[in-house]
């Protein structure tokens, strides 16, 4: 934990700070005060062209940290990036970081939608998205790079959010609390809060999930967040970086409540916080592990709760579905058709 610290950016000649995104206080140009800072708080700083071409081929950026650690030293940390530079925007494009690209974005958009309306930060963040896209149309005959692809998907799960969703389903104090927790996500936090993880833990049979390759822990693919890849049958863990939620199928076969969670029915489980217990079999040893995992990678307590599917709470589940319609956002399909009429 740093107390006390000022973080200063600089970057060489042709190159300015135009902006930081975050929750910070702005001390000067190029300067933030932040009274206290950890390793899991993440900020986002824009830079601009001081001259419309560089003629160097290489900028550097250097970011100090000047902080009292909590033993009361008083410590500096600098960081140094020595970047390329290119005139072709091919070059730029294969090398987009869709990531933090968004974590840039998102924060921008909060901060736009607490200066004036939500809907503007949904239209920032839309028209962001079509210029990226319609830049690379205008500047190369390429195909669109398959990172760059995400950025779409990434922005259409950020209207879907919590944070940018329309309309009255999210309270007041709930949407101000995540705009909070969004200023101070990292890359990484951000990625997964709009795009969650999404496990099958009924087919670990089929995988090697959960199982221990050279003491670590093997970590299964993830699922499309759509309905549609619901089974009944199954019992799907969601991850969106600040709570764990455990959809049960309607069909699920009670051996596999009996192995995974020690009940017979899931009747009582819908929207219940539940303690994932310890069973000696192979599928409960193998989602401890998963969850155990899960929980030391994140900043929070992560706590599990378990939804039922057709249950009151399924909502919850529902809503972090980035590629389904709803009442007010299109579907992904939909989204890219909608996509193409703009760019043509």
Known sequence: ?????????????????????????????????????????????????????????????????????????????????????????????????????????????????????????????QSACVQALRGHRLLNNSPIPEQVQLLPLYTLAALKSAVMRDGVEVRSDERVWLMMNVGSMSTSQIDLYLYPSMIALHR????????????????????????????????????????LLMWIGKQVPPQLLVDLLNVQDAARLDGAKV????????????????????????????????????GTAEQKVLALMAEDRTLSTMSYSEWWTALGRQLA
């Open 275 to 310: 303690a994932l217990p310890a069973l000696p079999n192979d599928l409960s040893q193998r989602v401890n592990r998963i969850v155990s995992r899960i929980r030391q990678e994140r900043p929070g307590g992560m706590p599990l709760y378990t939804v039922r599917q057709g």
């Open 204 to 243: 670990f049979q089929e995988t090697n999930g959960g199982a221990l390759v050279d003491d670590q822990v093997v970590m299964p693919a993830g699922q499309k967040l759509s309905a549609e890849g619901l089974d009944a049958h199954g019992v799907y863990l969601i991850d969106n970086g600040m709570l």
């Open 1 to 125: 934990m740093a107390f006390e610290a000022v973080m200063r950016v600089r970057a060489s000649r042709g190159v300015k700070v135009s902006a930081f995104h975050g929750n910070h206080f702005l001390r000067g140009a190029d300067l933030l005060a932040l009274p206290t800072c950890d390793s899991d708080k993440g900020f986002s700083c824009e830079l601009a062209h001081e001259e419309q071409n560089l003629s160097c081929s290489h900028i550097l950026i250097q970011a100090a940290l000047l902080y009292t650690s909590s033993d009361g030293e008083r410590r500096i940390r600098v960081h140094n990036l020595n970047l390329p530079v290119t005139q072709n925007m091919s070059d730029l494009y294969s090398l987009v970081d869709v990531p933090a690209t968004m974590n840039s974005l998102l924060k921008s958009a909060v901060e736009q939608g607490l200066l004036t309306k939500l809907m503007d930060a949904r239209s920032r963040l």
